[in-house]
């Protein structure tokens, strides 16, 4: 009888694992690689100018600066994903090959929102962690003092002409005429948090959709639409570039300073069965 | 006299011994001589747009330069060659009927022979045959300006050398302007504010097998692949004023709303095909001779290889203007982009936005056709 007991649980608990290994955060493997350096950033609320393009009344408008809230603390790679990180996901076949050339202690560059989201993914395969790209919130708490307000003078709204120029001078502005190649890690620094080469010359692809929020009288939102087939790339100004583009220094547009290179650092996301610890645990 | 000596006396004293040996220049033309201090484009040296005054000779030095050079923001370097520095060359400013008198001069850092061939000039392959020089040597060649217009000049000495140099970046240009200046179709006279030389270039730099842009350490170690590749007519880059962004940015041009701008467009290789992202060329001489009406309300005027256009434009609203080789291929994925930075009121009669992009009206809700239809959108939907 208890023997039949004891049967019957391990049935049922087999079925059970099978549920939980389909569920993330839930261990199917042990890790085959130790977890990236990682920085966590305490909890905290921080002043956030909106990303989008944003109208007030039917006419072009300043985005509305708001207090964000961070509430968990914020894992983030200390610095971006580099060229030889990126290699192992390559030979691993979950990641499509990039400039093969690419220095391996440089980040790598020359990858799309798609190829990041192929590393996000094979990285908490291998790890047993669950990573993803950062909002334009996350990025821009963790950036900190590196994280430059792009937003224009009122007066910058009159007419197309100003609007123009005023956004070329603060693109222009924010080039501090370096090189565009990628440098070694670190070679810009580390802000109050110890993350390296924010807003250095490679620009960061987060998860924010293009959005355009439709603003009432009262500065009100009335209608947004998002456009996920534009995803917004953060370094020294914000780029909004199409999810498949790997080079963006070319613009497509006529005018306007683009993202000198294109790459990326992920945040570790304690979401699932593991979060669900960690709050039922009161962390 | 071996005496080493720093006294004032003794100087002048050496001074005039290297004056006393120079080679003598004939004196044989009694007119005025202006000497000109050319300057670097886009931007060109203080001129008169019509004169008063009878022919004069004037004088203007070149020195041909090679030297290596980063032409976009990877850092692609290419064993350029260059008059006074500069690519394009400066643009020489003249009167129908004055004489350029041009003295070249090699650098001593030099390993080849150059030599200048101004396509307004009359016989001896523009001056070509004249000027051949080696490292360290000078000529000095004088052309009288019979014809109006804008003109190219590049190195020309000869074989395959002529179009390495050129693709290299040895060209610019001249402008001879009528003496009583621009004119309409009409004959009513025309004037500028401002006048820039943007030089169009297509540079050819080899690759390694990774796709990798190379370098080399001598211009004879880039001749033979450079010349390979020049062979195939598929420029690497097709940039304004020598480098991919040369005139973007910090560089872009300023003009303010109500200013007319004369723009000078050289080519001396392909053919290119000038546009203005918003706006126009009031007045066009597309070959670039003044002798010709020219050609008003312009779109896209053409560039022929081995030529110079002239446009006016009066700026007429405030913003960026892109500035573009209209092969739209060249102008963003070559690097043939140059920006107007224009201060001034905005024109709401010109142009106005109506409706910010927002969502589509309820009755407009359009959809692609799917793709085994090819009938039209059905817009009643």
Redesign the interface.
């Given at each position: 009888m208890r023997l039949a007991w004891m049967i019957a649980l391990l049935v049922a608990f087999a079925g059970h694992a099978a549920i939980f290994a389909a569920t993330p955060g839930w261990r199917p493997a042990p890790p085959r690689m130790a977890l990236p350096d990682m920085v966590e950033v305490r909890p905290g609320a921080f002043d956030y100018r909106a990303s989008g393009?944003f109208?007030r009344d039917?006419?072009?408008a300043p985005a509305p600066r708001e207090t964000i809230t961070i509430a968990r603390p914020l894992a983030i790679m200390r610095h971006q994903v580099t060229a030889a990180d990126y290699r192992l996901c390559v030979d691993d076949g979950a990641c499509p090959p990039v400039d093969?050339?690419a220095a391996p202690d440089r980040p790598v560059v020359k990858v799309s929102w798609r190829d990041a989201q192929a590393y996000a993914s094979w990285l908490s395969r291998v790890t047993a962690a669950r990573f993803r790209l950062p909002s334009d919130e996350e990025w821009a708490y963790a950036a900190a003092s590196r994280f430059r307000d792009d937003g224009l003078p009122d007066s910058a709204y009159?007419?197309?002409?100003?609007q123009?120029?005023a956004r070329?001078d603060a693109e222009?502005g924010s080039?501090d005429?370096n090189?565009?190649?990628p440098q070694p890690v670190g070679t810009f620094g580390a802000n109050e948090h110890g993350l390296v080469d924010m807003a250095g010359n490679v620009w960061e692809w987060t998860d924010t959709c293009f959005a355009?929020v439709?603003l009432d009288g009262r500065g009100e939102p009335a209608?947004r639409?998002t456009n996920c087939g534009v995803r917004l790339a953060a370094g020294r100004h914000r780029s909004y570039v199409p999810d498949f583009i790997r080079d963006a220094?070319?613009?497509?547009c006529?005018?306007?300073?683009q993202p000198?290179n294109l790459g990326f650092r992920l945040v570790r996301d304690d979401g699932g069965w593991r979060g669900l610890r960690r709050m039922l645990a009161g962390q | 006299m071996t005496v080493i000596s720093t006294t004032p006396t003794a100087m002048v004293a050496a001074l005039a011994a290297v004056v006393w040996t120079a080679p003598a220049v004939a004196q044989d033309l009694e007119l005025p001589r202006q000497k000109i201090e050319l300057v670097a484009p886009p931007f060109v040296h203080p001129h008169e747009q019509a004169t008063i005054e009878g022919p004069k000779i004037i004088e203007v030095r070149i020195v041909a330069e090679e030297k290596e050079i980063v032409i976009d923001d990877q850092g692609t370097r290419l064993q350029a060659m260059t008059f006074n520095g500069s690519i394009p060359a400066p643009l020489i400013v003249a009167h129908e009927g004055d004489y350029v008198e041009v003295t070249l001069v090699s650098a001593e850092t030099n390993t080849m022979p150059h030599n200048i061939d101004f396509h307004a000039a009359t016989g001896a392959s523009g001056g070509g045959d004249l000027t051949l020089i080696g490292p360290g040597e000078q000529a000095v060649m004088r052309w009288k300006a019979t014809r109006p217009g804008v003109f190219v000049y590049h190195c020309i000495p000869g074989g395959p050398m002529i179009p390495w140099h050129i693709a290299s970046g040895m060209s610019g240009a001249v402008m001879v302007l009528p003496r009583d200046g621009l004119r309409d179709g009409a004959g009513k006279p025309l004037k500028y504010d401002r006048v820039y030389y943007i030089g169009e270039n297509d540079f050819y730099v080899p690759r390694d097998s990774a796709g990798k842009f190379k370098s080399y350490p001598s211009h004879g170690d880039a001749f033979a692949d450079t010349l390979e590749l020049m062979r195939k007519l598929v420029p690497s880059h097709v940039v304004f004023n020598g480098r991919v962004g040369a005139l973007t940015g910090k560089n872009a041009m300023p003009a303010k709303v109500g200013e007319t701008v004369l723009i000078i467009h050289s080519q001396p290789d392909r053919d290119s095909r000038v546009h203005i992202i918003g706006g126009h060329g009031d007045f066009v001489w597309e070959t670039g001779k003044f002798g010709n009406r020219p050609e008003i309300d312009v779109e896209t005027w053409f560039v022929r290889g081995g030529s110079a256009s002239a446009v006016l434009y009066k700026f007429l609203q405030p913003g960026i203007y892109g500035y573009v080789n209209h092969n739209m291929i060249e102008a963003v994925e070559l690097g043939a982009t140059a920006h107007f930075k224009v201060e001034g009121t905005w024109s709401d009669d010109l142009m106005r936005q109506v409706q910010a992009p927002g969502p589509m009206a309820p009755q407009a809700k359009v959809t692609a056709a799917p793709p085994t239809s090819t009938g039209t959108v059905d817009k009643r939907r």
């Open positions: 393009e109208t039917g006419r072009p093969g050339d009159a007419d197309p002409g100003r123009a120029l070329y222009v080039d005429g090189d565009k190649e355009r439709m209608a639409l220094r070319g613009g497509g006529s005018a306007g300073a000198s | -």
